[in-house]
């Protein structure tokens, strides 16, 4: 069964601080992998990565894609409060369905 | 960029009423659009994917005959209730796809609450 596992589940930090938010994925035929933000309603778009080890960038955020470990990671840097929110990971099968994992809850304190 | 809404964005109905969600495509033709129930601190749960003109397609026990999905239009579909219960109640988000721009990247819309009680 294909799934997606994001860790940790959630994560409290100090402004300033940086993290790194985890993805890992078992899925049958594997087409891309996209990371959004969840805050109160539906979740914004924030990378799509398909080819392993190029690494995109945005502001404070950064992704990359291990495609032979399975595995992506997001970065955030020098966080800030508006930084909070929930962190979903989810992958594109064959079939462009999109399988999502629990999420991590971040929540960054003044 | 491509804009998604839903309406109601949050409803409250009675045990036993049936609730309509209407999710729509403002600014593009979504071929194919999906429903998703997300539960409190959990993730986002593909229902079902519909595409404009046929039936839906349900993921695995999801009831058909609760979950109601017609995609009449090319910018409109719609998810009915049927028969609601408390546990039924959750966030419902859609989203949608337009093929003819080559990418298959799916919008979201901003999501419809629905307490049952």
């Known amino acids: 069964e294909d799934k997606v596992v994001q860790s940790p589940l959630s994560l409290v930090v100090h402004e300033g601080d940086t993290v790194t938010l985890n993805c890992s994925y078992e899925?049958?035929?594997?087409?891309?992998l996209l990371w959004y933000k969840q805050e109160k309603k539906a979740p914004t778009f924030l990378f799509m990565l398909?080819?392993?080890?190029i690494e995109k960038k945005s502001g404070r955020l950064s992704s990359i894609l291990d495609k032979k470990e399975l595995f992506s990671i997001l970065n955030i840097t020098a966080t800030q409060t508006g930084d909070s929110a929930v962190y979903l990971c989810?992958?594109?099968?064959?079939?462009?369905?999109?399988?999502f994992g629990s999420g991590t809850r971040l929540l960054v304190r003044p | 960029g491509a804009v998604v809404s839903q309406h109601p964005s949050w409803v409250i109905c009675k045990s036993g009423t049936s609730v309509k969600i209407e999710c729509r495509s403002l600014d593009f033709q979504a071929t194919t659009m999906f429903w998703y129930r997300q539960f409190p601190k959990q993730s986002l749960m593909l229902m079902a994917t519909s595409n404009e003109g046929s039936k839906a397609t349900y993921e695995q026990g999801v009831e058909k005959d609760k979950f109601l999905i017609n995609h009449a239009s090319l910018t409109l579909s719609t998810l009915t209730v049927t028969s609601a219960h408390p546990e039924d109640s959750s966030f419902y988000i859609c989203?949608?796809?337009?093929?003819?721009?080559?990418?298959?990247?799916?919008?979201f819309g901003p999501g419809t609450r629905l307490t049952v009680t």
């Open positions: 989810a992958v594109w099968d064959s079939s462009y369905k999109l399988i």
């Open positions: 398909t080819s392993s080890g």
């Open positions: 899925v049958t035929n594997f087409r891309s």
């Open positions: 989203s949608a796809r337009e093929l003819t721009s080559g990418s298959y990247e799916q919008y």
